[in-house]
């Protein structure tokens, strides 16, 4: 089966920062600023659900690869949003282009890479480790 028809597809998400997201509170800083996992999360979440509405039901897809650099910060009560979009289809991998902004400009962007499973069968084999 080809995926080539998922080239160019786009999505956005947005959130706002909060005290809850911040570097401080997950513990990857000091800082009360939009924590890096916290932007890679919206990041990742939105090429997960975009790839996965452009697939028959019984696929998905998984990460495999992040390579994102975190290039500014965003304080509590403003807007992030992350931008990604699908720019090659390698077989069942697939490459995004992703961003991040907050209401200021770019505060992030990198590569990420998706492959495209079996939701029954990737479960199994997960699931499996526990018996083995």
Avoid: C, W
Avoid at 41 to 51: D, H, Y
């Amino acid at each position: 089966m080809s995926y080539e028809n998922l080239i160019g597809l786009t999505a956005e998400r947005e959130n706002f920062v909060t005290e809850k997201n911040t570097a401080l509170a997950l513990k990857s800083g000091s800082l009360k600023v939009l924590a890096t996992p916290e932007m890679i999360r919206l990041i990742e979440e939105t090429s997960a659900e975009l790839v996965e509405k452009n697939l028959p039901s019984e696929l998905t897809s998984v990460g495999i690869s992040l390579d994102i650099k975190h290039t500014a910060p965003t304080p509590v009560g403003m807007k992030f949003r992350a931008e990604v979009k699908i720019v090659s289809v390698d077989g069942r991998k697939i490459v995004l282009d992703v961003a991040a902004f907050d209401e200021r400009g770019q505060i992030g962007n990198g590569i990420h890479e998706r492959f495209i499973v079996d939701k029954n069968k990737f479960q199994s084999k997960a699931d499996a480790k526990r018996t083995s």
